[in-house]
């Protein structure tokens, strides 16, 4: 959608002030911690664009609270099974061996929007280390959520969403669905079947840019929004501009979803 049809589709005036007053109708408020998933142009024209929409989500939250964002870079991973798009086989060995080494401030986020890419540069910001799953967090819990995320346990209980299932998260969808709802890989990875297939990753080692080999726990978001329909909690339903949202409480949806996939294991 061109700029043009983005305003000519939003009926009225959006600011920074218009979607603070949004997400205090949401109830996010100052103290929360808040794990968000986003797209900008579903909220339509909003003067400031994706940084308007960070420093609302700043000024609300404050810094006695903590606002987390995924931030994977999914492109630092074995180009075997590159699909969109893939590359020349004859390429694999080549990228392996030149693919720059994971770096939290110049390595790009891949597919997670404008306002998580905004939200990167903020010099407070700081990212977890996982090459290709890593978040990035700002406020009070940030420094310590962020501290570790061991390779082959991106999303278990050595990341960062083990500090958080501790912790009274809250998770907000602004214009997406719970198909991008990383917290749910934790009731992945904390199935007993659970299966694992051979990643590799450019990182820093020693000082020196290697190629790390890893197991990669198998995951499927596509069941996530399963989970959420059978999902008996709260899930509240609001707006951030002119996308719906959604807002609810991290530790009892993923505990929920851990005992669903258990139940509802693939044939």
Wanted: proline share 7%; hydrophobic share 35%.
């Amino acid at each position: 959608m061109t700029e043009l049809m983005s305003i000519l589709n939003t009926p009225e005036f959006q600011s920074k002030k218009t979607v603070k007053k949004q997400l205090a109708e949401l109830g996010i408020q100052k103290g929360d911690q808040v794990m968000i998933h986003s797209s900008l142009k579903s909220m339509g024209w909003i003067a400031g664009g994706a940084q308007a929409v960070v420093e609302a989500l700043m000024e609300t939250v404050t810094e006695s609270g903590t606002i987390v964002m995924p931030a994977q870079s999914a492109d630092n991973s074995d180009p075997i099974y590159w699909m969109e798009p893939p590359i020349p086989k004859n390429w694999h060995l080549e990228l392996r061996e030149n693919f720059p080494a994971y770096d939290p401030h110049l390595t790009p986020l891949r597919g997670m929007g404008k306002i998580a890419e905004c939200f990167h540069r903020h010099p407070d910001t700081i990212r977890s280390p996982h090459p290709a799953h890593s978040f990035m967090a700002w406020g009070e819990n940030a420094a310590d959520w962020m501290s570790e995320q061991p390779l082959e346990d991106s999303f278990g209980k050595k990341s960062p969403l083990q500090k958080m299932m501790h912790a009274d998260v809250k998770i907000l969808l602004i214009g997406v669905g719970f198909d991008t709802c990383t917290a749910l890989h934790y009731a992945e990875f904390a199935q007993d079947d659970r299966t694992t297939s051979p990643q590799g990753a450019a990182i820093m080692l020693n000082g020196e840019r290697v190629w790390q080999h890893y197991e990669c726990v198998d995951m499927d978001s596509d069941r996530f929004p399963e989970i959420a329909k059978d999902y008996p909690g709260d899930i509240k339903i609001g707006l951030l501009g002119q996308a719906e949202c959604r807002l609810t409480e991290m530790r009892p949806l993923v505990n929920f979803g851990m005992e669903w996939l258990k139940e509802n294991t693939k044939k």
